[in-house]
């Protein structure tokens, strides 16, 4: 229960995992890609009038990983538990504006903003992309521009499973366009698949640039 606030609105996306095809996909191939059971919601609140955005994220158990306080409309960082996470949100919100011009710009009520993560945000399931799935429902905004606009890295599968129940195969073509293809996956196998946490989280930016710097290797595509 939040007092003085009033629900309005509820988004949910799934989170990723990619069993083939890894940074390929960046090279046309398809990957194969599933929504996991578990991933990250996000609730809105309205409150009485003022020109403030409250964000308050919360982890798999209940307690909050991050808070951050923002003025509307500049989206000016007023408060914050962590600089550089609040500086990545305010980027991501203010590149949605661009895209979506009357997003959070003309409210005349406090905003409050809750996401919910359902797994430990080191197991690598997607806690930003359920997060950038989330917000592009929030502001009516194809999440696949800021992929065009090279604005995000990576090819996107991880943000399509944010609106998949179910497995798909993943194509990214070469305008950044994804093709995706849901399937139906149910192998004589599922039964002795399992998902191994190894602790070994990678930064993602890292490696597709480690990746794309193996040009003998993986030729940049024409």
């Known amino acids: 229960m939040i007092p003085k606030f009033q629900y309005k609105k509820f988004f949910y996306s799934h989170g990723k995992l990619l069993l083939t095809g890894e940074y390929l996909i960046l090279y046309g191939a398809y990957g194969l890609a599933f929504p996991t059971v578990k991933g990250q919601s996000l609730s809105i609140y309205y409150g009485d009038k003022g020109s403030v955005l409250r964000w308050k994220s919360l982890n798999e158990i209940n307690k909050p990983w991050f808070e951050c306080v923002f003025i509307l409309p500049s989206l000016e960082i007023c408060y914050e538990t962590e600089k550089k996470t609040a500086l990545k949100l305010r980027n991501l919100l203010l590149e949605y504006r661009k895209l979506q011009k009357k997003f959070l710009k003309n409210s005349e009520n406090k905003i409050?903003?809750?996401?919910?993560?359902?797994?430990?945000?080191?197991?690598?399931?997607?806690?930003?992309?359920?997060?950038?799935?989330?917000?592009?429902?929030?502001?009516?905004?194809?999440?696949?521009?800021?992929?065009?606009?090279?604005?995000?890295?990576?090819?996107?599968?991880?943000?399509?499973?944010?609106?998949?129940?179910?497995?798909?195969?993943?194509?990214?073509?070469?305008?950044?366009?994804?093709?995706?293809?849901?399937?139906?996956?149910?192998?004589?196998?599922?039964?002795?698949?399992?998902?191994?946490?190894?602790?070994?989280?990678?930064?993602?930016?890292?490696?597709?640039?480690?990746?794309?710097?193996?040009?003998?290797?993986?030729?940049?595509?024409?």
Request: glycine letters at 6%; one cysteine or more.
């Open 112 to 222: 409050f903003v809750k996401t919910k993560l359902e797994f430990p945000i080191n197991w690598g399931l997607g806690s930003s992309s359920t997060l950038i799935s989330n917000i592009s429902k929030w502001a009516k905004v194809n999440p696949y521009v800021l992929l065009e606009k090279n604005f995000l890295m990576g090819s996107g599968y991880d943000i399509a499973c944010g609106f998949y129940k179910k497995p798909i195969f993943y194509k990214l073509k070469k305008n950044k366009k994804p093709h995706i293809i849901p399937i139906d996956f149910n192998p004589t196998f599922k039964e002795k698949l399992f998902f191994l946490h190894l602790n070994k989280k990678q930064n993602t930016c890292d490696g597709i640039r480690f990746f794309l710097s193996k040009k003998k290797i993986f030729p940049e595509k024409k």
